[in-house]
């Protein structure tokens, strides 16, 4: 199995202290200025890194004016990652691939997109689960928006063999298929037919994030080898974890996903690459737990 070979990042060309943002609307709920003001912090960097509330008829101006307003660059959020990708003047093949842009940066005077969903996804299931690159041959995914993309476009260029694609709704699960003809879509009752024969189960929805019993499929007839994914990280153990620990499955929880995507754009934007500690982990759980009560 192959790793996606990633767009290299150039560095800041500024001299100034960085400065790059989250846009989103809303936007108050990222978590990104957590991560990013931790690793400013932490390397001793005089950088800083803001939220803006983009709406979304503003959004292409914005993009367009990230450097008159002193950004190097900026994450993107619910809404905007797929319109973003059109507001780009160059795009990498990775958020070709996924059609939405989490991550921009300004280089030479052009604003470039990238997706480092892919790259966190890939990166954290590296991390929590190295076996899954020599084992993965089926895969099954639930959910077909902008993280289930991001998810097929990083098990696709590690080459897995199936992937499975099952949605509430069909409709968007086939536009995935016009995409990347290669993946199955799956119903309700083909869904339970795959999962004997998954060897990778990753839930690319929301479903989860309502209750102790907000649960996407029952996994009974999983593998014992099977690996399971969230990518929903509030909260962080899931039902659909929690029944995975109690059948004695591998777990891949969503806040590692949250913690690698933000590496790239940190690099690019500060010139440093960051490293994804046990600290920051405790740092983002300690900031969801408070907005929680
Ligand atoms: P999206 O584009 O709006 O897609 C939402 C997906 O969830 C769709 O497949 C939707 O199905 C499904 N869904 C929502 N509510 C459902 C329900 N009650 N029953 C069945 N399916 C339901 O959103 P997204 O960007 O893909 O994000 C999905 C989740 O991933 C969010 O919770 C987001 O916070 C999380 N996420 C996490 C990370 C990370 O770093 N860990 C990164 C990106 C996203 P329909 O098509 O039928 O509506």
Same mark, same amino acid.
């Given at each position: 199995?192959?790793?996606?070979?990633?767009?290299?990042?150039?560095?800041?060309?500024?001299?100034?202290?960085?400065?790059?943002?989250?846009?989103?609307?809303?936007?108050?709920?990222?978590?990104?200025?957590?991560?990013?003001?931790?690793?400013?912090?932490?390397?001793?960097?005089?950088?800083?890194?803001?939220?803006? &509330?983009?709406?979304?008829?503003?959004?292409?101006?914005?993009?367009?004016?990230?450097?008159?307003?002193?950004?190097?660059?900026?994450?993107?959020?619910?809404?905007?990652?797929? !319109?973003?990708?059109?507001?780009?003047?160059?795009?990498?093949?990775?958020?070709?691939?996924?059609?939405?842009?989490?991550?921009?940066?300004?280089?030479?005077?052009?604003?470039?997109?990238?997706?480092?969903?892919?790259?966190?996804?890939?990166?954290?299931?590296?991390?929590?689960?190295?076996?899954?690159?020599?084992?993965?041959?089926?895969?099954?995914?639930?959910?077909?928006?902008?993280?289930?993309?991001?998810?097929?476009?990083?098990?696709?260029?590690?080459?897995?063999?199936?992937?499975?694609?099952?949605?509430?709704?069909?409709?968007?699960?086939?536009?995935?298929?016009?995409?990347?003809?290669?993946?199955?879509?799956?119903?309700?009752?083909?869904?339970?037919?795959?999962?004997?024969?998954? &060897?990778?189960?990753?839930?690319?929805?929301?479903?989860?994030?309502?209750?102790?019993?907000?649960?996407?499929?029952?996994?009974?007839?999983?593998?014992?080898? !099977?690996?399971?994914?969230?990518?929903?990280?509030?909260?962080?153990?899931?039902?659909?974890?929690?029944?995975?620990?109690?059948?004695?499955?591998?777990?891949?929880?969503?806040?590692?996903?949250?913690?690698?995507?933000?590496?790239?754009?940190?690099?690019?934007?500060?010139?440093?690459?960051?490293?994804?500690?046990?600290?920051?982990?405790?740092?983002?759980?300690?900031?969801?737990?408070?907005?929680?009560?």
């Amino acid at each position: 199995m192959t790793s996606p070979s990633f767009h290299q990042p150039r560095g800041p060309q500024q001299q100034s202290p960085g400065k790059a943002c989250v846009i989103g609307h809303p936007v108050d709920h990222a978590r990104s200025p957590i991560i990013h003001g931790f690793w400013l912090e932490q390397l001793g960097l005089a950088g800083s890194y803001h939220r803006e &509330d983009v709406a979304p008829h503003e959004l292409a101006h914005f993009i367009r004016t990230l450097a008159q307003r002193g950004y190097r660059g900026c994450n993107v959020t619910i809404p905007h990652k797929e !319109a973003a990708a059109a507001c780009v003047d160059h795009i990498t093949p990775l958020a070709e691939s996924a059609g939405a842009v989490n991550t921009i940066w300004v280089e030479d005077g052009e604003t470039w997109g990238d997706n480092t969903d892919v790259a966190g996804f890939l990166a954290h299931l590296d991390a929590s689960a190295p076996q899954w690159r020599d084992g993965c041959r089926n895969a099954v995914i639930v959910g077909a928006g902008g993280a289930a993309r991001a998810v097929i476009a990083g098990l696709m260029a590690c080459q897995v063999e199936t992937i499975g694609v099952f949605n509430r709704t069909p409709e968007r699960a086939h536009a995935l298929q016009q995409r990347w003809p290669s993946i199955t879509v799956l119903d309700a009752s083909t869904v339970m037919d795959a999962l004997p024969h998954a &060897d990778l189960l990753i839930n690319a929805t929301s479903i989860g994030m309502n209750g102790p019993n907000d649960r996407p499929l029952d996994i009974l007839t999983l593998k014992r080898s !099977a690996i399971v994914c969230d990518i929903v990280y509030v909260p962080l153990e899931t039902a659909l974890l929690r029944d995975a620990a109690g059948l004695g499955l591998v777990c891949v929880d969503g806040l590692g996903m949250l913690l690698h995507q933000a590496v790239p754009g940190f690099e690019r934007w500060f010139g440093r690459k960051p490293v994804v500690s046990e600290e920051l982990r405790q740092r983002v759980i300690s900031d969801l737990n408070l907005a929680r009560r």
